[in-house]
């Protein structure tokens, strides 16, 4: 399992959950009005009367344990590095499922509740927040991005100016040799330079030093905007890049659902190029193919 793979929606469901919960052990309906001259005989019988979601085993499993269970089902589906599948149905979709129907049932049973106490009141707030996280989580872009950022820390986005990061990400002040084959920090000939777009290549006029005068490079400079062809094995380095905006990485073996999901502002390796697509690998080891490579930014 791999806790950089979760995202901000994953939090919430977390938050939401544990919320949920604790909601569970609270007053499920509000006591009368106590205030008169037999208040003392009447907060007694309160007292004696109170309980709580654990007392009604039909209400603390289809509220309370169902939307637990269902956050639990999703956050491990996504830290998971393969989705799993139950009788044909998504593991993730099963979970959300179980979130919905926590907040449904949470719904009806205070409409049917003549004094509601605090744990129905708080479980119906957080079913609802849960639900919704749950379900918006994939498609809303701010609740999609990564819970735990790989950035360096103390620098900025990667679409900005380059901080003082370790080995092996974009900006590194390495020598070519030093850097490793591929590796951000060791500029290739031929090879754009960190900041410039995927597909653009630096002039053929660019100087080698300052102090030992212009020398021209061996590279001959591609057209402004020009994607390269499919290359082999010898003329192909592997780079460091970021997407603009979140985009599906799908399985090499050519099938239709996603195995995962780029964030922008995290550095991911390009090990291999296919036409106009790259395959990339995530920082857990997971490898696929990146079909829409528009706007990335190489380092």
Known sequence: MNIRSLTRGDGVVIGAAVLLFIASFLNFVSGPDCSGPYAKVCQDAVASSSFNAWHM???????????????????????????????????????VGLTIFAAWTAFWTIVDITSAGPGIIVGLIAAL?????????PLVPALNAALISDKPAGGPSPYGVNPNPGYGYPGAQQQPQAGGYGYPGG????????G?????????????????????????????????????????APFWFAVPVARPLYGEDGAAAPIA??????????????????????????????????GIQRG
């Open 57 to 95: 085993l039909g209400t603390v499993m289809s509220i309370y344990m169902a939307g637990v269970i269902g956050a639990a089902i999703i956050v491990i589906n996504r830290a998971l590095p393969q989705q799993r599948k139950v009788g044909g149905l998504d593991l993730g979709q099963f979970g």
């Open 196 to 236: 410039q777009p995927y597909g653009q290549q630096q002039p053929a006029d660019a100087t080698a030093g300052g102090a030992q005068g212009a020398a021209p490079q061996a590279a001959q400079a591609a057209p402004a905007g020009a994607t390269p062809a499919a290359g082999t094995p010898s003329d192909f």
């Open 129 to 137: 927040v849960l639900a919704g996280a749950a379900v918006a989580g």
């Open 187 to 194: 500029q290739q000939p031929g090879q754009p330079q960190a």
């Open 261 to 294: 999901e780029l964030a922008p502002g995290t550095w991911y390796l390009a090990v291999e190029q296919r036409g106009q697509a790259l395959i990339a690998q995530t920082q857990d080891g997971r490898r696929g193919v990146l079909q829409d490579t528009t």
